[in-house]
C-alpha cells in the first residue's frame, strides 16, 4: 500500500472515530429524552392512582374535628401528609395549604383534648430523585447539545485530524532505487535542513518549497519521507485534498494550523501530496472555487511568511503540472521543481531488487528479465508485481516465489486475473482465437513492432483473451512509420474477423479506441498530418484548439484521422490475405491449447 494511501487510511479511520463518538451522543440524548417522558408518564400515573385516595383539605379538618384522625405523617418540606383515619383501614393522602396554619390547628386540638399522633419524616434520597432529575434536565440537555455542536465543528476543523507527522521517518536514499540525479539534487535539501546556519551564513537563502512533478507511483512520497529520513528532521504530511472538505472556510485554517504545527517542530518537512487540489488555477467564481482560492492564498501566506531561522521546507507532489497556478512557482515559494520520471531498466531492475528483499525467490528468476518486460512500469507497480508473485507462490504452496509465479503476476497486473473457470461458447472461442491469431500474425510482418511473447484466448480481466508482446527497450521518441504500423496490429484482430468470419465483433472495441486515439494524437499533438502540418492544435489544458487554422479545421482532422485508421485497416487486411494458412493454422492451434507461447508461436515462421 502507498504511504499516501496508508495517510488517507488513518485519517479515514479517524474521521471514523470521531462519528462515531457523534452517534453516541446523539443516541445519549436520545435515551435521556425518552427517560424524561416515561418518568413524566409513570408518575402521571401514580398521581391517577393517588387522586382516588386522596382527602381534601376541608374534609380532612372535618375529619379532625369529629376526631376521626388517629394519626397524621409529615414529610419534612413537603405539604403532602399521609393520614390514618380510625375504623379505616386504607391510609388517606391529604394535601395542606400551608404547615405553619395547619400545625397550629393540631396543637389546638391537642389542648382540647382531641390527642392526634403527629410524626415527621425526614425526606428520603429516593423520593428526591425525580425532581432533582427534573431541575437538572433542561442544563444535561443544554450540555449534550452544546457538545454535539462542538463536536461537529471539530469534525472539520481540528487541523491535526487530518495531518500525519512522524519523528522520524526511517527512510533513506537507500530505500530508493534509480533516479540517482533526483536524489543527488535533493540531497543539498538535507544539507540545508542538517545545517541550515552554514548556507545562511554565507548570504545563501534556503528554498522554501520543492515540487515534484510524476506520475502516480513513481516515490514521490518516499522521495520526500527520504529526505526527512536522511536529514532527520519530522516529517509533516497531508494530502491536497483534505484540505477541501466538509465546511466552507476551513481549508484556510486548516493550512494555517498545519504551518503553526512546522513552526513548532522546525526544522521539518511538510509534505503536500496532490497539490493540484489547492493549487490549481485560481478563478474569480463563487463557491467550491472561492474556497479553493482561500486555502491557496492561505498557503501562500504562510510561504512567503517563514523567517530564516525557520528551517521548514515544504514538498509538494503533483501528476498534473500544468494545472499549478503560476503564483506558486515564482521565486520563495516552489521555485525548485523535480520531475521524477518512471524508471528505465537500469531502475526497475533496483527497484525489484530492493522489493525482493524480504521475499523468498527461487534460483530460476531473473529480476533482469522482468525489468526487461515492464518498460513504462512505475515503482509502485513494480513493488506490486513482486507482492502479487508472492501471493501466487503462497497459493500455489512452491517453497520459494518461481519465475512462472513472477509471469504471472506481471499478466494479473497488465492485463488482469485469468478467468478459467469462465465458460466460453465454442463460437466466441473461435471468434477469439482469429481475432487474436489476426494481431500475432499482422505484428510478426511490421518490422517496428515487437516479437510476439504469449497469445491466449483465455479470458483475463475484461479481455476475452490477449496477445502479448516483448517489450521494448525504454524510448523516448517513436517514429510516424512505429506509430502507423502499430495501428496497423492493433487493427489486426478486426481484420481477421471480418476475413474470416465475414462478420465484425465488439471484441475489437478496445482497439478500435487506443487506435483511435493515437491517430488522433499524430494528427493533432505530433504534426504528423501532410495537411496541417507541424502543428499543435490542444492546448496546455488538452482542449482542441479547432479554430486555431480556420472554421473548417475540425473536418480536415477528422479526415486525417480516418485516412490514418483506413490505410491501418486496409494494410491489417492485406497482410492477412497474403497468410491465410499461417492465420487458420494459428487460430486452431489456439483454439485446440488455448495459450501459445514464444518459442510454439515461431514455429509456425519456421524461425
Ligand atoms: P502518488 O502520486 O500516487 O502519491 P507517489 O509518486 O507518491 O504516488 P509513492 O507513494 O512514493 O508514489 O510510491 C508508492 C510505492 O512504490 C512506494 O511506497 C514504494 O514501495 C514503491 N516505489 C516507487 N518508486 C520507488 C523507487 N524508486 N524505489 C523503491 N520503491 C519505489
Redesign the pocket.
Known amino acids: 500500500?502507498?504511504?499516501?494511501?496508508k495517510h488517507q487510511d488513518s485519517n479515514k479511520q479517524k474521521k471514523k472515530e470521531e462519528t462515531s463518538k457523534l452517534i453516541l451522543l446523539i443516541i445519549l440524548l436520545v435515551v435521556l429524552i425518552a427517560v424524561t417522558a416515561i418518568l413524566i408518564i409513570y408518575q402521571q400515573k401514580n398521581k391517577d392512582k393517588e387522586d382516588e385516595n386522596v382527602l381534601a383539605y376541608t374534609e380532612l379538618i372535618k375529619e379532625i374535628q369529629n376526631k376521626n384522625v388517629e394519626e397524621i405523617e409529615m414529610t419534612v418540606g413537603s405539604t403532602t401528609l399521609k393520614v390514618k383515619l380510625k375504623e379505616v383501614e386504607e391510609e388517606k393522602k391529604a394535601i395542606i395549604p400551608n404547615t405553619q396554619v395547619f400545625m397550629e390547628l393540631i396543637q389546638n386540638q391537642a389542648l382540647e383534648g382531641n390527642e392526634i399522633k403527629l410524626t415527621q419524616k425526614p425526606q428520603s434520597i429516593l423520593a428526591q430523585i425525580p425532581s432533582y432529575f427534573f431541575s437538572l434536565l433542561p442544563t444535561a440537555i443544554m450540555l449534550a447539545l452544546f457538545i454535539m455542536i462542538f463536536k461537529m465543528q471539530g469534525l472539520g476543523e481540528k487541523g491535526q485530524v487530518y495531518e500525519d507527522t512522524e519523528r522520524s521517518t526511517k527512510v533513506t536514499f537507500e530505500?530508493?532505487?534509480?533516479?540517482d540525479e533526483e536524489k543527488e539534487e535533493l540531497k543539498e535539501i538535507v544539507e540545508f535542513l542538517k545545517q541550515p546556519k552554514q548556507f545562511t551564513e554565507m548570504g545563501a537563502k534556503i528554498p522554501k518549497g520543492v515540487l515534484?512533478y510524476?506520475?502516480?507511483?513513481?516515490?514521490?512520497?518516499?522521495?520526500?519521507?527520504a529526505i526527512a529520513g536522511e536529514a532527520n528532521v519530522p516529517f509533516i504530511s497531508m494530502?491536497g485534498s483534505e484540505f477541501i472538505e466538509m465546511f466552507a472556510g476551513l481549508g484556510a485554517s486548516r493550512v494555517r494550523k498545519l504551518f503553526d504545527k512546522a513552526r513548532k517542530l522546525s526544522p521539518c518537512i511538510v509534505f503536500i501530496?496532490?497539490i493540484d487540489a489547492i493549487g490549481s488555477r485560481r478563478t474569480s467564481n463563487n463557491g467550491a472555487e472561492t474556497e479553493n482560492n482561500q486555502t491557496l492564498n492561505q498557503l501562500l501566506v504562510e510561504m512567503d511568511g517563514f523567517s530564516s531561522e525557520e528551517t521548514i521546507i515544504v514538498l509538494a507532489?503533483?501528476?498534473r503540472p500544468e494545472m499549478l497556478d503560476k503564483a506558486l512557482l515564482r521565486p520563495g515559494r516552489f521555485d525548485r521543481q523535480i520531475t521524477?520520471p518512471s524508471?528505465d531498466i537500469v531502475?526497475r531492475e533496483?527497484?525489484l531488487k530492493?522489493?525482493s528483499r524480504d521475499k523468498k525467490l527461487s534460483e530460476d528468476v531473473s529480476l533482469h528479465s522482468i525489468a526487461e518486460d515492464t518498460a513504462g512500469f512505475?515503482?509502485?507497480?513494480?513493488?506490486?508485481i513482486l507482492n502479487e508473485s508472492a501471493i501466487i507462490a503462497t497459493k500455489k504452496q512452491h517453497s520459494a516465489i518461481t519465475s512462472d509465479d513472477l509471469d504471472e503476476a506481471v499478466k494479473k497486473v497488465t492485463v488482469g486475473l485469468e478467468k478459467t473457470s469462465r465458460k466460453t461458447s465454442d463460437k466466441d472461442k473461435k471468434l477469439t482465437a482469429y481475432h487474436e491469431a489476426g494481431h500475432a500474425i499482422v505484428s510478426q510482418f511490421l518490422p517496428t513492432q515487437t516479437a510476439v511473447k504469449e497469445v491466449s484466448i483465455v479470458p483475463r480481466g475484461v479481455a476475452g483473451g490477449y496477445t502479448m508482446y516483448k517489450s521494448n527497450e525504454d524510448k523516448y521518441f517513436i517514429s510516424r512509420t512505429e506509430m502507423e504500423e502499430k495501428l496497423v496490429a492493433l487493427l489486426g484482430g478486426r481484420a481477421a474477423e471480418k476475413l474470416v468470419l465475414n462478420d465484425i465483433s465488439t471484441g475489437a472495441s478496445n482497439d478500435i479506441e487506443v487506435a483511435t486515439n493515437i491517430a488522433k494524437d499524430m494528427v493533432t499533438v505530433y504534426g504528423m498530418s501532410d495537411i496541417i502540418g507541424p502543428i499543435c492544435l490542444k492546448d496546455s489544458e488538452g482542449n482542441f484548439e479547432y479554430q486555431l487554422l480556420g472554421n473548417n479545421m475540425e473536418d480536415v482532422v477528422g479526415q486525417e484521422v480516418k485516412k490514418l485508421i483506413d490505410t491501418a485497416y486496409q494494410k491489417a487486411q492485406q497482410i492477412l490475405l497474403q497468410n491465410m494458412n499461417l492465420l487458420h493454422a494459428i487460430a486452431s492451434e489456439l483454439i485446440a491449447k488455448e495459450k501459445i507461447n514464444e518459442e510454439e508461436f515461431n514455429k509456425f515462421f519456421n524461425m
Do not use: Q, R, V, W
Open positions: 500500500m502507498s504511504k499516501d494511501k530505500d530508493i532505487a534509480g533516479l515534484l510524476g506520475k502516480p507511483g513513481t516515490g514521490k512520497t518516499l522521495i520526500a519521507k494530502s501530496d496532490e507532489a503533483t501528476n521524477i524508471p531502475g533496483e527497484i530492493i522489493h512505475t515503482g509502485a507497480e513494480l513493488a506490486n
